[in-house]
């Protein structure tokens, strides 16, 4: 079985090109030019004249059901990986869980269980290390060396639930430095915010806007150095700082870059496109839609406006959706008169690809940066390159055909992902994600889906290529 995405312009991480994608089976065969692709007979034909070609979406930060406040995210893998299909994203790495106190193959085993034969696309998982002692020291060596999972996230954040003290944290980075793993920080001072929130529901301050105030971005800038000096310890291993939100962390990340070190960062479009005073203080309990950690930050600072010219940079060097997504009703229901129960979590790996496409429309990235911080950096940050994240022969066939004239309203009427709200509702797109492609197959075309769920394979992913 072959096919021709015939007429688009291919777009890379470093350059774009009038190309036709020749795919055969499950994957890119060859990049043609067009007048020699006008000699061949493919056994079906995509139309992708004025329109882009792209490598499917990576979103490398997803949790699909996870058990989180009291309840679980929304989102199934069935209808987590279908959203993400849907906008154009054909890869997600998820993270499976060992909760303080569980063996780590345990929580492995757990997440395989939920995720297999239920996937629309394919996935991968990061470990959660809820617990870092002798044992699970001992799995990260056998999580990466037999299964696949080159990266554990440890938490300075939610003391009592997935916290790490300083010792664990290096006792873990030092394992990484050894295997070739890379750490990835939920980087805010748990600790000191624990306090900021008993003293504002003390005082009555039970909104959901003090969810924000009572972690400012000193707390996340402080747990982010911390971060990198504690790396810096462990000789240098490799650090990645996920949903970066502030300035002085960025900055952090910014000077131990420059300095040669091993330390990346994420950011995520709730951070670029949503504000502590617009959404989170929005009136009655309306915040709780918006309440994530790290928080949404303040329009008055210029944290948003940083985090583009980190993305410019490379200083950030992916985007990813932290996609977490609770229903108002029943789950962010729960922290009604108490902002510390509200779970936290935002919805939306199906809106990252059009979101950060948007970015190339107000002219804050080019469309080779697109590319790079939503498919090309994810795939090589976590060990799946080159299999996806390029448009290239012996590359995974995953395609999106974006068309840049076409137009998206995002909304809860017409989202996929299992919400009750959108955190971007209203919100107008210059572009649309047209056909998606997996693996060689149509999931996606004319606004149909044609996928199913199961088909998503597992990745077993290898060592990070930024690793030096
Ligand atoms: O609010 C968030 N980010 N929920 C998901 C868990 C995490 O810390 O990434
Ligand atoms: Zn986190
Ligand atoms: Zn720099
Ligand atoms: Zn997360």
Redesign the pocket.
Known sequence: MTLLVKGGTVIGPTGSQKADVLVQGEKIVALLDPLFSATIAPDEVIDATGKYVIPGGIDA?T?ME?P?GGTA?SDTFDTGTRAAAWGGTTTIID?AVQKTGDVVQDGLAAWHAKAEGNCHVDYAFHMILGGVDGDSLKAMDSLVRDEGITSF?L?M??PGV?YSDDGQILRAMQTARENGAMIMM?AENGIAIDVLVQQALARGESDPIYHGITRPPALETEATSRAIALAEVAKDCPLYI??LSASGALEAVAQARDAGRNVFAETCPQYLYLTLEDQLGAPGFEGAKW????PLRSKHESHAKDLWKGLRSNDLAIVST?H?PFCMKDQKELGRGDFSKI????GGVEHRVDLIYQGVVDGQLSLERWVETIATTPARMFGLYPQKGIVAPGSDADLVVYDPNGTTRIGVETHHMNMDYSAYEGVEIQGRVGTVISRGEVIVADGNYHGRKGRGRYLKRGLSSYLV
């Open positions: 930060h949790h996870l989180f995210a993270f996230k938490f954040a939610y997935f939920h996920v949903h309440v994530c950690s790290t932290d977490c779970p936290n979590g935002i």
